[in-house]
């Protein structure tokens, strides 16, 4: 049963726009988020994370909103970059060792 | 310097063959994880250790077995695999004393069973 989901499997955004991506959960116990950037060939890498008590973290392009009250939380990028072009992953977890991971979204920015 | 690293990269091997596959990591970190990576993409924890201590068991058939003989190290091995053993398998790692959910990801290793 997967309790974090991404339903859009892929996005296409133009170079310099924003790209925004999405993610839900059904656990409200979850209380910390993050998404992850994996490129081919290679495992995810760490890109931004949210604490539960938060509503909003920046980090420089990267932007994570979350909305408990809709168990949704979002990444905002801007702006893109062809360089961004990857697959991004949304975790969740109840603050301990183990992460739930979405299915992924593949972001491909245009020239 | 990898910081997490997986070897081998690929591996291709029949069915009812067992196999194993290495993970090190030179972070310092503590915890050790195995993820799957199946056919519809999703990551799965299967297992993860804490200072060599088991403290992550999935479900996972007990075909497989997880070993860490140090904090830096932890080798997955699969008995008698099957068709469905068929996917990429993540190391990470992470710090149990900061955000151990910040994990650190080698760069898989692509299991295929024929």
């Known amino acids: 049963d997967q309790q974090v989901k991404q339903n859009s499997p892929s996005l296409s955004v133009q170079e310099g726009r924003i790209s925004i991506l999405n993610c839900d959960y059904t656990n409200s116990m979850f209380d910390y988020f993050l998404w992850y950037k994996k490129y081919p060939a290679e495992g995810p890498t760490f890109l931004i994370s949210i604490s539960s008590i938060k509503d909003k973290n920046e980090d420089g392009r990267f932007t994570v909103f979350l909305n408990k009250s809709a168990k949704h939380l979002s990444l905002h990028i801007v702006p893109s970059q062809p360089g961004d072009s990857a697959v991004y992953f949304c975790a969740a977890t109840m603050n301990d060792y183990k992460l739930s991971f979405g299915a992924g979204t593949t972001v491909t920015v245009r020239a | 310097d990898t910081a997490v690293s997986q070897t081998p990269k690929y591996l291709v091997t029949q069915m009812g063959n067992d196999k194993s596959i290495k993970c090190e990591q030179n972070?310092?970190?503590?915890?050790m994880y195995w993820y799957k990576q199946d056919s519809k993409k999703f990551l799965k924890i299967m297992f993860s250790?804490?200072?060599?201590?088991?403290?992550i068991n999935e479900t996972v058939p007990n075909r497989f077995s997880p070993k860490s003989p140090d904090k830096a190290h932890l080798n997955l091995h699969i008995n008698s695999l099957e068709l469905g053993d068929s996917a990429v398998y993540f190391c990470?790692?992470?710090?149990?004393?900061?955000?151990?959910?910040?994990?650190?990801f080698g760069p898989g290793t692509r299991l295929t069973v024929t």
């Open positions: 972070l310092g970190h503590d915890t």
């Open positions: 990470a790692s992470s710090q149990s004393t900061r955000t151990p959910y910040e994990q650190y």
């Open positions: 250790y804490n200072n060599k201590e088991l403290i």
